[in-house]
Each structure stands twice: as structure tokens, then as C-alpha cells.
């Protein structure tokens, strides 16, 4: 079970990292490539590419366009670094045995 649920939060804070990754590196406004199912279809808006669009927008620094794009962008950002920092936190607490005080 232990392992189990270990391998659970691993998997969770390589997938949140890695969509980050890629809402970073990924164009905005369509200067880059995309993953949505809808713009691939030819449809021109989508609340998903909206907000895919301004969270890349406010890791880049660029916060009207982050709420021109998605008004929720900005807080959708704060909400997944802290669920990272707060799955990653168990990591930093252990500490190897090399690094001992006695």
C-alpha cells in the first residue's frame, strides 16, 4: 500500500511538473504548436486553450495577458506550484544518513 501511494504522488508531481514544462515552452497565441483536441478541429476558442493560455502567459511574467487570455490563469499558476511544493516537501525533509549531526 505504501508503495503503492508513493508511486501515486510520484506520478502526480511528474505530471503536474511536465504540463507546466510544457505550457512554458509551449507558444502562446498561436505562435506555437498545441495539444487541444478542439483547435485541431478548426475551432477558434476554447476555455482550455484560454486558460492553457494564460497560465503560459503568467510564468512568463505577462499578467494582462494572462487574465485577457483566462481571468482564473493567475490563481490556476498559484494552485499547482503550491500542490508541487506540497508534494515535494516530504522529499526535502528526509535527509540522507551521510548528513547526520552525531
Known amino acids: ?5 508513493i508511486q501515486f ?4 508531481i511528474v505530471l ?5 514544462f510544457v505550457l512554458y515552452f509551449l507558444g502562446s497565441s ?3 504548436g498545441t495539444v487541444c483536441l ?3 478541429l478548426g475551432l477558434e476558442r476554447c476555455w482550455g486553450c484560454g486558460l492553457g493560455h494564460a497560465v503560459h502567459d ?13 481571468p482564473f490563469g493567475i490563481p490556476v499558476l498559484i494552485i499547482l506550484l503550491y500542490r508541487i511544493f506540497q508534494l515535494a516537501t ?7 544518513p ?5
Open 90 to 96: 516530504p522529499y526535502f525533509k528526509t535527509r540522507p
Open 9 to 12: 504522488t510520484t506520478s502526480e
Open 58 to 70: 503568467a510564468m512568463h511574467l505577462q499578467f494582462t495577458h494572462s487574465v485577457a487570455h483566462h
Open 98 to 102: 551521510w548528513t547526520s549531526n552525531s
Open 38 to 40: 478542439f483547435a485541431g
Open 1 to 5: 500500500m505504501l508503495k503503492r501511494l
Open 30 to 32: 498561436g505562435t506555437g
Open 16 to 20: 503536474w511538473s511536465a504540463g507546466l
